[in-house]
């Protein structure tokens, strides 16, 4: 999920970065708002991702006898079959940030094990597995949007209900920073200097990131990426590409990976695979590859660059279990 196959979100925090960050957007292309969100307003930001926070039972209205989220939405089809609650956002008045549940461009955190019921020591485990599954949604869909808005409270402590239990928070805290963002504090904040994070992803308009031109992945070919019939193809691909093509981006991939800057810097990644995937590519180029003594790309082995760690299919059947 995002310690990062398939190219999603870059961070990369330069020296120039400004220290007053507060409700402005940084070169993360990230936002705090202290603004109050509507679905109108959200619906019609529809180039911005929006985070909320939300509980594992996907549901304001637990005891409706009807459904009132798009039945196409991607989050309806990702979430119906997890729960036996209606997948229902309240009314448009709902107080909350879950008023934009279900929206395309709105992106969990739940910070609620059901409707108006906190986590507890006891349900640590699957808390776990549920963030990292929806912290890794978010990173595998950052590619789609140009910027990730965030309210202006600590996710998990700032909402009118939801109160984490410390190791619940620390845990929370932690995976948000795989998104640049430092949850820490009453109101959160963006890594500057000295927290750098290097993100596989592409990035519109940009010509300056680390994403994969190639994917195995049909729906691919929507946004102009080159088709290969498998992950390890697109993996071989892009290896080739960063070491040898002269085009402009990975000549500045290349200018990266020589300068020596990003070693030992954590690689974000998506893995929906326990395989290689063009992140830990990268991190191999940025860490082992001598740049010194340049060798053809096919000496490296594909099947030694081990994946990072990813959510496992055992994991979403606990979830499953769960929430029904």
Not at 8 to 28: A, M
Not at 211 to 228: V, Y
Not at 296 to 304: C, Q
């Amino acid at each position: 999920m995002f310690s990062f196959s398939h190219s999603f979100f870059w961070i990369l925090v330069r020296k120039d970065v400004k220290k007053s960050i507060k409700s402005n957007v940084n070169e993360n292309n990230i936002e705090i708002s202290d603004k109050k969100y509507t679905r109108q307003g959200v619906e019609s930001d529809s180039d911005t991702m929006y985070l909320f926070t939300d509980n594992a039972e996907r549901t304001s209205a637990p005891n409706s006898t009807s459904e009132n989220v798009d039945k196409n939405s991607w989050y309806y089809k990702k979430y119906k079959s997890q729960t036996n609650k209606p997948i229902h956002f309240g009314t448009l008045n709902n107080p909350t940030s879950a008023v934009i549940r279900g929206l395309n461009n709105a992106y969990p955190i739940s910070t609620m094990s059901a409707y108006g019921i906190n986590w507890s020591d006891d349900n640590f485990k699957l808390f776990k597995i549920i963030i990292d599954d929806e912290i890794n949604q978010i990173k595998k869909d950052l590619v789609k949007f140009s910027k990730l808005k965030i309210g202006n409270y600590r996710i998990g402590q700032g909402g009118l209900k939801a109160k984490l239990p410390q190791q619940h928070q620390n845990y929370l805290d932690n995976k948000l920073k795989e998104l640049g963002i430092d949850n820490t504090q009453t109101n959160p904040k963006l890594f500057i200097e000295g927290n750098v994070q290097i993100v596989s992803t592409r990035i519109k308009n940009s010509n300056e990131h680390f994403g994969n031109p190639f994917s195995h992945d049909p729906e691919g070919k929507a946004h102009g990426l080159i088709k290969t019939e498998t992950v390890k193809e697109a993996v071989e691909r892009y290896i080739d590409w960063v070491i040898n093509s002269k085009e402009d981006r990975p000549e500045w991939i290349r200018e990266q990976l020589k300068s020596g800057e990003l070693k030992g810097k954590p690689v974000l990644y998506y893995k929906e695979l326990g395989e290689p995937s063009h992140a830990t590519a990268l991190d191999y180029l940025i860490n082992k590859y001598d740049w010194g003594n340049i060798t053809s790309s096919d000496d490296i082995v594909i099947e030694n660059l081990l994946p990072l760690g990813y959510v496992t299919r055992e994991d979403i059947e606990e979830i499953k279990r769960f929430c029904k």
